[in-house]
């Protein structure tokens, strides 16, 4: 399989529990980036990661948030204290050079009850 | 800061009609542009990008021109098919670690 794969694709969750999603990047390709996506809109980023290093983090990152790409493989975003406002698709993409070839996973659709 | 701003949708066409897709941006420095597509049921795909004012981007009878000049980076297709049904993002990257700022979409249908 040569894509980025994400999982869960669904994950339903009452509020206040704490989530953990995974995304598995193209194995060659350095950098890993999550997005956020709110139904009507276009994907927000979240943070990136070149190698195992957190290199920018976004606004929209809050305390309740965390990712982490142990060893420059697969990377985890987790949302502690889960609230309605965190339900949304979380995208996760991989990109390997210079030539913006970003390769997009399907995607962790969250809903928070 | 950052932005992107793209024609709110749905657009509907019959099949063989021209489409535009109009979008336009706000950036400091000189970004990247890109129209990426989401099919139904599946993830997001580039379907096109220009790096420098006055390129073209083509790809699969779609294109769109960098205009410095405007700001716009509008998206077009002579004639489209059913199988273009879809959305579509318009999107800039301007930072050194290339992350993107996506538009709201854009949503096509062409009917038969």
């Known amino acids: 399989d040569t894509g980025v794969s994400q999982n869960p694709r669904h994950k339903i969750t009452k509020r206040g529990q704490n989530v953990t999603f995974r995304c598995d990047p193209i194995?060659?390709?350095?950098?890993l980036y999550w997005y956020r996506q709110t139904l009507g809109q276009g994907p927000e980023f979240l943070t990136y990661f070149q190698n195992e290093a957190q290199l920018e983090k976004s606004r929209l990152l809050s305390d309740r948030f965390s990712a982490e790409r142990p060893k420059g493989s697969f990377s985890t975003l987790e949302i502690q204290r889960t609230e309605q406002g965190d339900s949304a698709m979380y995208l996760c993409?991989?990109?390997?050079?210079?030539?913006?070839?970003?390769?997009f996973g399907s995607g962790t659709r969250l809903t928070v009850v | 800061g950052n932005s992107v701003t793209q024609m709110e949708g749905p657009v509907t066409l019959s099949e063989e009609a021209f489409l535009t897709i109009n979008c336009t941006y706000t950036?400091?420095?000189?970004?990247?542009l890109f129209w990426y597509v989401q099919y139904p049921g599946e993830g997001l795909q580039l379907l096109l990008k220009?790096?420098?004012?006055?390129d073209k981007g083509s790809n699969k009878g779609f294109e769109a021109t960098y205009r410095k000049e405007t700001t716009s980076f509008h998206l077009e297709k002579g004639s489209v098919q059913v199988s273009d049904s879809a959305v579509y993002f318009c999107?800039?990257?301007?930072?050194?670690?290339?992350?993107?700022?996506f538009g709201k979409g854009t949503s096509l249908l062409v009917t038969p």
């Open positions: 194995s060659e390709h350095n950098r």
């Open positions: 950036a400091t420095g000189y970004p990247s």
């Open positions: 993409a991989s990109l390997g050079g210079a030539d913006y070839g970003y390769t």
């Open positions: 999107a800039l990257s301007a930072n050194s670690g290339y992350a993107l700022n």
């Open positions: 220009a790096t420098k004012a006055d």
